[in-house]
């Protein structure tokens, strides 16, 4: 049986790891962060410490990459450490709404941001449509036509981003006179308002582990992928860290917290319309990037459970000329489509915030079931472990709790979803 064509390398990983965290998120989220802290030490510690769950999550997929490179990634993760139910649930939910919901809606944010430069006449959803189907397309004649268009997206989002920090530092006036650490005595509000100013940023760090799905297409997995998600997640957390302190320096916490535009009050500050006008397209080009790499990632999981034989055999049907998977990317971007058309992407993505996280603190599990299985291996380990990777599990399943406590009929809707994958997986078991 023919198998998907091995055509990646260190600095292709790097960049699909660094293009499935960076999105729009941190061109918006700091002014979220600033209205729950209201400290430059408080914003800024929120942003570090997000930073270091990445790391700890970095650590924990680099690991599983060397010890299982086996096609599909987090799914092959989960399917050998548990059960190839629990797998298949973890691909279902992706496949029915949380790759797809996701990309439909940065897909809107794409077309909006599109439509403020271009002015152009055309529906919203016309060009979130569009811009799906183009991907589409471009990801159907192979991983490395799909590779190339994301590695160039994501140097174009580090320029966008280069060019935010330096107006920041160089363009606008002196730098705003030291703050107090703290705005009130640390007590339980503090913290829970710390709490609540990590999620959003964990948000925004999200997505390294998407890059784990292209394993089965790059040239030697076990050495590429541990470098390549230990050099993207430390360089997001750079950039990540930079964005900030120049939406500080720039604007202040107060500042910060009263505009839902910090990247745009920057460059218009620095450089005025054009500023602002240059960083929207950045924005727009940001998030093309990151359905450029959803593309891309996803329907290797889908490929994997239809090899597996729990999912319909046309999806692991792979174009003889160019090895893509392309029954298994056009059904991705069929759905999103559909999703981004529908207007409902928004409330589907509010399901399944707790399904993410549910997911990724079980594959820090998985490690632990790995370790214990095998505890000599050869390759990478994770540093600090048991230590970090527990740190890992648990702040991954602490947004599970918050967000389930926040948003408790979401939460439900989105544990329901997940929950209609184990008969499906029986059912299809017996066909």
């Not at 797809?100 to 909006?112: K, L, N, P």
């Not at 183009?134 to 159907?140: G, H, M, S």
Request: glycine content about 10%.
């Amino acid at each position: 049986m023919p198998g998907l064509l091995r055509r990646l390398g260190l600095f292709d990983a790097v960049m699909l790891v660094m293009g499935g965290i960076v999105g729009s998120g941190i061109f918006i989220n700091p002014y979220v962060v600033a209205q729950q802290v209201h400290t430059p030490f408080l914003i800024l510690g929120a942003w570090a410490a997000g930073g270091a769950v990445a790391l700890a999550g970095a650590f924990v997929y680099a690991e599983l990459a060397a010890r299982r490179p086996d096609v599909g990634g987090q799914y092959a993760y989960l399917r050998e450490a548990f059960h190839p139910s629990v797998a298949f649930v973890y691909g279902w939910v992706l496949l029915l709404v949380t790759q797809t919901g996701g990309m439909a809606a940065v897909a809107v944010t794409f077309s909006r941001y599109f439509l403020e430069i271009t002015r152009a006449p055309v529906p919203e959803g016309a060009v979130a449509a569009a811009a799906l189907a183009l991907l589409t397309v471009i990801n159907c004649f192979g991983v490395r036509a799909g590779s190339t268009v994301q590695s160039t997206l994501m140097i174009l989002k580090i320029v966008a981003i280069a060019a935010l920090v330096f107006a920041g530092f160089a363009l606008i006036g002196p730098v705003p006179e030291p703050a107090a650490l703290l705005d009130q005595p640390v007590s339980f509000s503090l913290l829970t308002a710390f709490g609540a100013a990590m999620t959003p940023v964990l948000f925004s760090y999200g997505g390294w582990q998407t890059s784990s799905f292209l394993t089965g297409e790059m040239k030697n997995p076990t050495h590429d992928l541990p470098r390549a998600l230990l050099i993207g997640v430390i360089g997001v957390i750079v950039l990540y860290m930079s964005v900030t302190f120049v939406c500080l320096r720039a604007l202040g916490a107060d500042g910060l917290a009263a505009t839902k535009t910090p990247a745009s009050s920057v460059m218009r500050a620095a450089l005025g319309e054009r500023g602002a006008s240059f960083i929207a397209l950045g924005i727009a080009v940001s998030t093309l990037g990151f359905l450029s790499q959803g593309m891309l990632t996803a329907p290797r999981v889908y490929f994997a459970m239809a090899r597996d034989g729990v999912f319909f055999k046309s999806v692991a049907w792979l174009d003889p000329r160019t090895s893509a998977p392309v029954v298994a990317i056009a059904l991705q971007g069929a759905i999103a489509i559909v999703i981004a058309l529908s207007g409902r992407y928004e409330q589907i993505l509010n399901y399944v915030i707790s399904v993410d996280f549910i997911s990724f603190g079980m594959t820090g599990v998985a490690l632990l079931i790995f370790r214990r299985r095998q505890p000599v291996s050869e390759g990478f380990r994770a540093p600090g472990h048991p230590f970090t990777t527990l740190f890992f599990v648990a702040s991954s399943f602490a947004v599970v709790i918050s967000t389930i406590a926040k948003y408790p009929s979401n939460s439900v809707i989105g544990l329901a979803i997940l929950a209609t994958g184990v008969p499906v997986y029986f059912l299809w078991r017996k066909t």
